[in-house]
């Protein structure tokens, strides 16, 4: 029999770099994958989270079938319940009483129809979206100023950039790949000048000639100062200004009103005088600059006027639109952009149309609909307030978890308990937010899906599917359009493909648009579904003018706004208001994880990086405070309170008085660390995205009376313990563990749970030491180690232990020692997680010579792969050798 191999070429489910990727199955196996050689985003390469992708593919944890109020039910009985719950409330409350939530993980197809169904048929536009969260002030400030929401640049002008000004950006874990791009850059050419603008020093700060560690909040003085500085040093572009913008004079007079001199302005962002004119000198010197601007700029209650500031400068220095310069917003999720095209956000239409009546009557023409919305629809934060209110009584939840990431999340938790239905469609089982359904639906997963998907520099990628659903599970084209189908749409709906939503959609944004609308798909109708089967990936537009897609926006001065000229927009600098003794709580991204975890909690090789939940201090605030490193630390407000583990950063990553918290963890993943229930609803006024990078809280030190681990052969699911986190393993599942009282509850919680008999004992109950393993036929099924305090050493000679299919008499002993017998190496925390490199061996390489990144490579593999790793191994080296000048 001969081994049939399949080649597929797809695109990453994870960030909105959309780095497209090589899948090979033979026999129906899924071997490694890998980045694909010719997908203009990442030529061949891939980060972490993306070559880990064949470790998620595993059906732990899916949603198989559709369930009602907890019981396994029919496809039938679950659709028609939905149809017939829609059709009652439309009936009796209208259709402001229905409402959708969506995803940037859902596929433009996905997006297309359920905006349709919402929009067009159910005569509401309460459809929003948890890219909500993510980049609607990057779009509400695009389309103020230059009258479209559309990215003017693309990939390549970060590497074409002289000046590169990272804002808000933790790139190099966020967005890896171009991260590297970043960083291949600058090493062909050093003179590029690249500026991190972050109150923290991430890892992006490698590669940064200036790290301004500015005050959370003060963004926009700093740009408003930018702005004046040009002006009063004549660097402006005053042709561009004169023939291709208005109100220039307006935003000027507000941005005279940032900061009198230099040496105010450091006062205001708390940054160093000399650095703010250094900044400001490059900016005004160099023509070719581009501002990445990521979540630090628009989770914020003013991110949209954030945001215009930064776009202010471009276009007052004529910076748009060319070879290396522009303002370049970078997405979150891989397919934020695909949502923004079909109208996925509350307040647009679709196909970057709006509510105007011409549009609504252009939308409902070409869809044929009874009763196109009139109006824009709810906000994500003023949707489920409207829930909990009472006014929305039919929910449905697409591919998201907003009781682990909206704001308030426990207050979300109690809206959805007030909504008379609320369905989830998700490919996940054991969601927090499937928990709180009536109606869960089994959607297909990545691997499984086929569609398209946008990324960040406005590239149509096909992500097509390579393994067969498991159970039930449906895409979810296919389950809202059964939905419209029962609510009687037939026609408008009968779509069996996904290439025919699409051509719907092209054929929409070329509908009656002579060039009004940048977005126009037209070069795409009419593809059969070979050709959409084999669609390469473009840049929209795609029409007569740019068969091949257009790379850069403006190089003409059209802009689309009604006389095309763009808008300056007048940015009133509001200064943050002075803190007591809060800390101010920043939220973000950790390099191995995405979202809640649904798929990357499944790899074990990403587990090891970080393994769980944590927040950084200063040194100063927790000796204030008394948090100890490493130690639990309770963070707290009115809204609720998580544990996580204590970093205090003696490196000054972390400024005074404010504290970092990761956003991943859920209730599957630890026993309370949703970030999301300590943040507020305070949302930016224009753009409604909430400012999920600024919450007070309190904090103090979670005094447990013991520490341990917990390695199973199973999943045991939440623990009778205070705390525990829980993470795959290559050779089962491990929980960090800790607790009050004396631990022999914990212990005979744990024992009930796996059976009595069978155990080893080594107990000190005086200190609070003990150590058990379970055997079953000579092989592990439990290890279970308590110590008073945190123990550091190594856990990875245990997981290999209990990966041994017949367990020796020296294991045995090794086991009840608590230590490997003979010399093991202790690899320490996972650094490189391709090569499963610690922090130990690194520092020995380094203590042995290796003083640069490549050094170490050569030496370890560590940073050869993926080198999403590169920053951190620099950092190693400059900690453990001061004195060796960093490459
Ligand atoms: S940078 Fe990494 S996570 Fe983002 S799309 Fe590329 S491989 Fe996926």
Redesign the pocket.
């Given at each position: 029999m001969t081994n049939k191999q399949v080649n597929i070429e797809t695109?990453?489910?994870?960030?909105?770099?959309?780095?497209g990727?090589d899948i090979s199955v033979v026999s129906g196996d899924v071997s490694p994958v890998s980045?694909m050689k010719t997908h203009p985003?990442?030529f061949g390469?891939?980060?972490?989270?993306?070559?880990a992708l064949h470790d998620t593919l595993n059906h732990t944890d899916r949603l198989l079938h559709p369930t009602m109020n907890g019981q396994t039910t029919s496809w039938d009985n679950a659709l028609n319940l939905i149809a017939d719950k829609i059709r009652q409330v439309i009936s009796t409350h209208g259709p402001e009483a229905v409402a959708f939530y969506g995803s940037g993980q859902l596929l433009t197809e996905d997006y297309y129809v359920a905006n349709k169904l919402m929009k067009g048929f159910i005569g509401s536009a309460n459809m929003d979206t948890n890219s909500r969260l993510c980049m609607a002030s990057a779009v509400a400030s695009y389309k103020r100023s230059i009258g479209s929401d559309t990215v003017p640049g693309c990939y390549k002008d970060l590497e074409l950039a002289d000046l590169l000004v990272i804002t808000g950006s933790n790139a190099a874990w966020a967005?890896?790949?171009?991260f590297q791009r970043m960083t291949a850059a600058k090493q062909a050419r050093p003179d590029m000048k690249v500026v991190v603008i972050d109150p923290r020093k991430t890892a992006t700060c490698d590669l940064a000639d200036l790290h301004l560690a500015i005050k959370p909040g003060t963004d926009t003085t700093l740009f408003n100062a930018l702005l004046n500085y040009l002006n009063q040093q004549d660097a402006l572009d005053t042709n561009f200004i004169e023939h291709h913008c208005e109100n220039f004079d307006e935003a000027l007079e507000s941005a005279s009103a940032a900061a009198n001199d230099f040496s105010e302005l450091a006062a205001i962002t708390d940054v160093n005088q000399q650095d703010l004119e250094t900044f400001f000198g490059w900016f005004k010197d160099t023509e070719r600059t581009v501002s990445f601007y990521s979540q630090g700029v628009n989770q914020s209650i003013d991110g949209t006027d954030k945001a215009n500031s930064i776009i202010n400068l471009h276009l007052a220095t004529g910076r748009i639109g060319k070879p290396g310069a522009c303002p370049f917003s970078i997405t979150g999720q891989?397919n934020a952009m695909g949502g923004r095209e079909v109208g996925g956000l509350a307040n647009q239409l679709a196909a970057h149309m709006d509510f105007s009546p011409e549009d609504r009557d252009r939308v409902r023409r070409f869809w044929k609909a009874p009763s196109v919305a009139e109006r824009p629809g709810l906000k994500a934060v003023d949707l489920f307030n409207e829930v909990k209110s009472g006014k929305i009584k039919f929910l449905w939840i697409m591919s998201t978890n907003p009781l682990v990431s909206m704001p308030d999340a426990d207050d979300v938790k109690a809206a959805m308990k007030q909504c008379e239905l609320v369905v989830v469609s998700d490919c996940m089982a054991n969601t927090d937010t499937t928990a709180a359904a009536h109606v869960v639906l089994p959607a297909s997963s990545w691997g499984e899906k086929n569609g398209t998907v946008t990324?960040s520099e406005r590239r149509i990628s096909r992500q097509r599917g390579f393994l067969p659903s498991p159970g039930d599970a449906k895409p979810d084209w296919w389950i809202i359009t059964q939905v419209a189908r029962r609510l009687g749409y037939e026609d408008e709906f009968p779509y069996e493909h996904p290439y025919e939503i699409f051509d719907d959609h092209a054929r929409l944004s070329a509908y009656e648009n002579e060039g009004q609308r940048d977005f126009d798909l037209s070069g795409l109708t009419g593809m059969s579904r070979e050709q959409y089967d084999a669609l390469s990936p473009v840049q929209w537009p795609v029409n007569a003018e740019y068969p091949n897609g257009r790379e850069r926006f403006y190089d003409d001065g059209h802009f689309y706004t009604p006389d095309n000229k763009a808008k300056f927009i007048p940015v009133e600098a509001v200064r943050p208001p002075e803190r007591d003794d809060t800390l101010l709580m920043n939220t973000g991204r950790v390099r191995d994880h995405?979202h809640t975890m649904t798929r990357t909690a499944k790899a074990p090789v990403l587990a090891r990086h970080i393994s769980e939940p944590y927040a950084d201090f200063h040194p100063e605030d927790a000796m204030r405070l008394g948090v100890r490193n490493n130690r639990l630390v309770k963070l707290f407000n009115e809204r609720g309170d998580i544990i996580v583990r204590a970093r205090v950063r003696n490196d000054m990553a972390q400024r005074k008085g404010e504290v970092f918290v990761p956003m991943h963890w859920t209730s599957r993943y630890a026993s309370k660390a949703r970030m999301g229930a300590l943040i507020n609803k305070d949302n930016d006024p224009v753009s409604g995205q909430p400012a999920l990078k600024m919450s007070d809280v309190t904090a103090e030190r979670y005094d447990t009376e013991w520490e341990g681990f917990l390695l199973t052969a199973q999943d045991l699911g939440p623990l009778a313990s205070e705390y525990w986190v829980y993470n795959v393993t290559d050779t089962g599942h491990m929980y960090e563990i800790s607790g009050q009282g004396q631990p022999v509850d914990f212990i005979k919680s744990i024992r009930d749970q796996l059976g009595s008999d069978g155990w080893m004992m080594f107990s000190d109950p005086a200190n609070r030491h003990y150590r058990l393993c379970l055997i079953e036929e000579d092989k592990l099924q439990a290890v279970l180690f308590i110590h008073k305090e945190y123990d550091f050493s190594s856990r990875q000679w245990l997981i290999d232990t209990f990966g041994k299919d017949e367990l020796s008499f020296q294991d045995r002993r090794a086991i009840l020692a608590g230590r490997p017998m003979g010399k093991q190496e202790d690899k320490g925390a996972i650094i490189c997680s391709c090569f499963q490199v610690g922090e130990n061996t690194i520092n020995n390489a380094i203590a042995e010579g290796c003083n640069n990144a490549e050094a170490l490579g050569e030496k370890l593999k560590c940073g050869t792969n993926?080198g999403s790793c590169v920053p951190e191994l620099k950092s190693l080296i400059a900690k453990y050798q001061p004195e060796v000048a960093v490459e």
């Amino acid at each position: 029999m001969t081994n049939k191999q399949v080649n597929i070429e797809t695109t990453c489910p994870y960030c909105g770099v959309g780095c497209g990727v090589d899948i090979s199955v033979v026999s129906g196996d899924v071997s490694p994958v890998s980045g694909m050689k010719t997908h203009p985003a990442n030529f061949g390469r891939l980060c972490v989270k993306g070559s880990a992708l064949h470790d998620t593919l595993n059906h732990t944890d899916r949603l198989l079938h559709p369930t009602m109020n907890g019981q396994t039910t029919s496809w039938d009985n679950a659709l028609n319940l939905i149809a017939d719950k829609i059709r009652q409330v439309i009936s009796t409350h209208g259709p402001e009483a229905v409402a959708f939530y969506g995803s940037g993980q859902l596929l433009t197809e996905d997006y297309y129809v359920a905006n349709k169904l919402m929009k067009g048929f159910i005569g509401s536009a309460n459809m929003d979206t948890n890219s909500r969260l993510c980049m609607a002030s990057a779009v509400a400030s695009y389309k103020r100023s230059i009258g479209s929401d559309t990215v003017p640049g693309c990939y390549k002008d970060l590497e074409l950039a002289d000046l590169l000004v990272i804002t808000g950006s933790n790139a190099a874990w966020a967005h890896p790949i171009l991260f590297q791009r970043m960083t291949a850059a600058k090493q062909a050419r050093p003179d590029m000048k690249v500026v991190v603008i972050d109150p923290r020093k991430t890892a992006t700060c490698d590669l940064a000639d200036l790290h301004l560690a500015i005050k959370p909040g003060t963004d926009t003085t700093l740009f408003n100062a930018l702005l004046n500085y040009l002006n009063q040093q004549d660097a402006l572009d005053t042709n561009f200004i004169e023939h291709h913008c208005e109100n220039f004079d307006e935003a000027l007079e507000s941005a005279s009103a940032a900061a009198n001199d230099f040496s105010e302005l450091a006062a205001i962002t708390d940054v160093n005088q000399q650095d703010l004119e250094t900044f400001f000198g490059w900016f005004k010197d160099t023509e070719r600059t581009v501002s990445f601007y990521s979540q630090g700029v628009n989770q914020s209650i003013d991110g949209t006027d954030k945001a215009n500031s930064i776009i202010n400068l471009h276009l007052a220095t004529g910076r748009i639109g060319k070879p290396g310069a522009c303002p370049f917003s970078i997405t979150g999720q891989p397919n934020a952009m695909g949502g923004r095209e079909v109208g996925g956000l509350a307040n647009q239409l679709a196909a970057h149309m709006d509510f105007s009546p011409e549009d609504r009557d252009r939308v409902r023409r070409f869809w044929k609909a009874p009763s196109v919305a009139e109006r824009p629809g709810l906000k994500a934060v003023d949707l489920f307030n409207e829930v909990k209110s009472g006014k929305i009584k039919f929910l449905w939840i697409m591919s998201t978890n907003p009781l682990v990431s909206m704001p308030d999340a426990d207050d979300v938790k109690a809206a959805m308990k007030q909504c008379e239905l609320v369905v989830v469609s998700d490919c996940m089982a054991n969601t927090d937010t499937t928990a709180a359904a009536h109606v869960v639906l089994p959607a297909s997963s990545w691997g499984e899906k086929n569609g398209t998907v946008t990324n960040s520099e406005r590239r149509i990628s096909r992500q097509r599917g390579f393994l067969p659903s498991p159970g039930d599970a449906k895409p979810d084209w296919w389950i809202i359009t059964q939905v419209a189908r029962r609510l009687g749409y037939e026609d408008e709906f009968p779509y069996e493909h996904p290439y025919e939503i699409f051509d719907d959609h092209a054929r929409l944004s070329a509908y009656e648009n002579e060039g009004q609308r940048d977005f126009d798909l037209s070069g795409l109708t009419g593809m059969s579904r070979e050709q959409y089967d084999a669609l390469s990936p473009v840049q929209w537009p795609v029409n007569a003018e740019y068969p091949n897609g257009r790379e850069r926006f403006y190089d003409d001065g059209h802009f689309y706004t009604p006389d095309n000229k763009a808008k300056f927009i007048p940015v009133e600098a509001v200064r943050p208001p002075e803190r007591d003794d809060t800390l101010l709580m920043n939220t973000g991204r950790v390099r191995d994880h995405w979202h809640t975890m649904t798929r990357t909690a499944k790899a074990p090789v990403l587990a090891r990086h970080i393994s769980e939940p944590y927040a950084d201090f200063h040194p100063e605030d927790a000796m204030r405070l008394g948090v100890r490193n490493n130690r639990l630390v309770k963070l707290f407000n009115e809204r609720g309170d998580i544990i996580v583990r204590a970093r205090v950063r003696n490196d000054m990553a972390q400024r005074k008085g404010e504290v970092f918290v990761p956003m991943h963890w859920t209730s599957r993943y630890a026993s309370k660390a949703r970030m999301g229930a300590l943040i507020n609803k305070d949302n930016d006024p224009v753009s409604g995205q909430p400012a999920l990078k600024m919450s007070d809280v309190t904090a103090e030190r979670y005094d447990t009376e013991w520490e341990g681990f917990l390695l199973t052969a199973q999943d045991l699911g939440p623990l009778a313990s205070e705390y525990w986190v829980y993470n795959v393993t290559d050779t089962g599942h491990m929980y960090e563990i800790s607790g009050q009282g004396q631990p022999v509850d914990f212990i005979k919680s744990i024992r009930d749970q796996l059976g009595s008999d069978g155990w080893m004992m080594f107990s000190d109950p005086a200190n609070r030491h003990y150590r058990l393993c379970l055997i079953e036929e000579d092989k592990l099924q439990a290890v279970l180690f308590i110590h008073k305090e945190y123990d550091f050493s190594s856990r990875q000679w245990l997981i290999d232990t209990f990966g041994k299919d017949e367990l020796s008499f020296q294991d045995r002993r090794a086991i009840l020692a608590g230590r490997p017998m003979g010399k093991q190496e202790d690899k320490g925390a996972i650094i490189c997680s391709c090569f499963q490199v610690g922090e130990n061996t690194i520092n020995n390489a380094i203590a042995e010579g290796c003083n640069n990144a490549e050094a170490l490579g050569e030496k370890l593999k560590c940073g050869t792969n993926c080198g999403s790793c590169v920053p951190e191994l620099k950092s190693l080296i400059a900690k453990y050798q001061p004195e060796v000048a960093v490459e």
